[in-house]
């Protein structure tokens, strides 16, 4: 049995007033273990929904259809009580933005211990020394002075990290990041990208990057996949994605970069509530046949890399 | 166009007041009329609070800022209200800058309201051009900020701060919050902006790459000072500064 994790047909909408807003459409992925997975794509493209979608940690008016398979069970059908057992213990997830993500009363240590004392039912001065142990980790120079600080008394770049430690905290199989480098300056994040690629090789965890940082993701990353409108538009070993992008939008990401070409993508991701036909980039892609506005390309297997685009149809 | 020298800034901390940190620390730089100084360090070396200083947002405790030829220094507020549209900042977090309670229209009025600058026909034609001119319609103009993604409301707030023909814009990273191709389009927009009306930028960042890609000089802050200074291009062919060169090395090949 691997510890891949399967995603399966996954569908993922919310129900709003102004219409069904349908984030994620038919997703089928392999997210291979061991590795670092990257998933690029613009706001809105459905990375972070994918990402807490496999918790299940989902606002109440989403609505999930399809499996998401990790050793033989699916976890969108295991009630909560099973799936408390592999929050944060088996697979956790780094949530974005630090400052919203921490409890602005809790002191940073106690939030960090927390999901270590449930789990590992140890006593709490165990906790606390795992707890500080773990600050360590994470290049904290004074680790005992932060374990009691609030988090409005930690930086930026420190409460990244704080977070960082503790979605890591019970040495998690996979880890679930989201945009763990935003605003970060180099230095931070530089440090930030070290202990993931640390804690692949030590503690032999998968990560599941979710970034718009391309730098980052050519960095550090194995396999990077393209989201675009809730579809998959592209997924390949990271090196060859990068130096020879097949999809037109993943040209055009690539290109956006300011030590590229700095050239923005032409017009606007297409609404969510309306979805064109046809491949989703249509719109806004220079190579576009009649067919792209018709009908929907498959996943295709180009040298090694899979792509969606009628061109290598 | 703007002379800054010795400023100093230094904020009190602790009991009593009795720890001082320096943030800018006897800073001296000018800039040029319609071109960007870069501004670059790593978080917490007094890019933003200098950023600030140079805008007169915050007093400075020592130091003379020239602007135009005239030295605002010891401007009191009141004074500074009739330079202020010619002085202008733009945030990282378009998000924040706008009021959520009022629509995009209103939140463009305002400035322009407050500086009584013209009547209410020529502000209705104003703010459409400057809408056309950052890629934007017209109907956004009933919306609120909620309804709009963060490179529009970036561009929003760049609208609103061209209404006022500014000739010096600080912008406090401007495009950190945004993803890598709002980011582009977002930097197009600001760099059309400057080539049309002129304008100066002191452009904040740390993020290497988008200095390079704007700048036309290049300071780096470390500790409250700056360390180094030299065009965009010699900054990145041969940095001087031992700190500089690691920075680079940080960021580049990380």
């Known amino acids: 049995m691997d510890n891949n994790i399967y995603l399966q047909d996954v569908t993922i909408s919310f129900t709003t007033k102004a219409g069904t807003v349908h984030a994620v459409n038919h997703v089928d992925l392999n997210v291979n273990s061991g590795e670092i997975t990257g998933m690029i794509g613009e706001t809105g493209s459905g990375k972070s929904v994918l990402g807490m979608s496999v918790l299940r940690l989902l606002a109440a008016n989403s609505l999930i259809s399809g499996s998401i398979i990790y050793k033989n069970s699916d976890l969108l059908q295991l009630a909560e009580k099973e799936l408390n057992q592999i929050r944060g213990k088996v697979i956790s997830f780094i949530p974005q933005n630090p400052d919203a993500a921490f409890d602005p009363t809790m002191k940073i240590g106690k939030q960090i211990i927390e999901g270590f004392l449930y789990h590992d039912k140890k006593s709490k001065a165990a906790g606390i020394s795992h707890g500080i142990g773990q600050l360590q980790n994470y290049s904290f120079h004074e680790p005992q002075k932060t374990f009691n600080s609030y988090p409005f008394q930690l930086s930026g770049g420190m409460r990244q990290r704080a977070l960082c430690a503790m979605g890591t905290v019970l040495s998690p199989k996979w880890i679930i990041a989201d945009e763990p480098t935003k605003g970060l300056d180099a230095i931070i994040r530089q440090q930030v990208s070290q202990v993931f690629l640390e804690l692949k090789k030590t503690a032999n965890s998968s990560i599941l990057l979710i970034t718009h940082d391309l730098r980052l993701a050519q960095k550090i990353c194995d396999t990077v996949i393209v989201l675009y409108a809730g579809t998959v538009l592209e997924q390949g070993p990271a090196g060859k994605l990068f130096d020879e992008p097949l999809h037109p939008y993943t040209c055009g990401l690539i290109d956006a970069q300011p030590h590229r070409k700095l050239l923005p993508l032409s017009g606007m991701p297409p609404s969510l509530i309306n979805l064109p036909a046809g491949c989703k980039f249509h719109l806004r892609c220079s190579c576009r046949k009649d067919i792209c506005c018709l009908k929907e390309p498959a996943l295709l297997e180009v040298n090694g890399q899979w792509v969606r685009c009628w061109k290598y149809a | ?254």
Do not use: W
């Not at chain 2, 600001?190 to 904040?204: M, R, T, V």
């Open chain 2, 1 to 254: 166009m703007l002379n800054i020298s010795n400023i100093t800034k230094k904020f009190k901390s602790g009991l009593l007041g009795r720890t001082h940190t320096f943030a800018v620390n006897n800073v001296s730089f000018s800039m040029k009329a319609g071109q960007t100084l870069g501004l670059v360090g790593m978080s917490g070396s007094g890019k933003s609070t200098l950023g600030r200083l140079a805008l007169k947002l915050i007093p400075g405790d020592t130091g003379k800022i020239i602007f135009n030829g005239i030295e605002i220094s010891d401007y009191t507020m009141k004074q500074m209200k009739t330079l202020r549209k010619e002085m202008q900042i733009l945030f990282q977090n378009p998000e924040s800058s706008l009021n959520p309670r009022m629509t995009i229209g209103e939140s463009l009025e305002e400035p322009y309201r407050f500086h009584d600058i013209g009547d209410k026909k020529y502000l209705g034609e104003q703010i459409e051009e400057q809408l056309q001119f950052v890629g934007l319609g017209t109907e956004l103009l009933g919306r609120r900020p909620h309804q709009l993604s963060g490179g529009q409301l970036q561009r929003v707030c760049i609208a609103r701060l061209l209404l006022l023909r500014p000739k010096l814009l600080v912008l406090d990273e401007p495009t950190s919050m945004l993803d890598v191709s709002v980011q582009a389009q977002v930097i197009e927009v600001l760099k059309n902006a400057q080539k049309k009306h002129k304008i100066s930028y002191l452009f904040i960042s740390h993020d290497l790459d988008v200095i390079k890609a704007c700048s036309d000089e290049i300071a780096v802050m470390n500790k409250g000072r700056i360390i180094e200074q030299q065009s965009a291009e010699d900054l990145y062919k041969q940095p001087q500064e031992e700190y500089t060169k690691q920075l680079l090395d940080t960021f580049l090949n990380f």
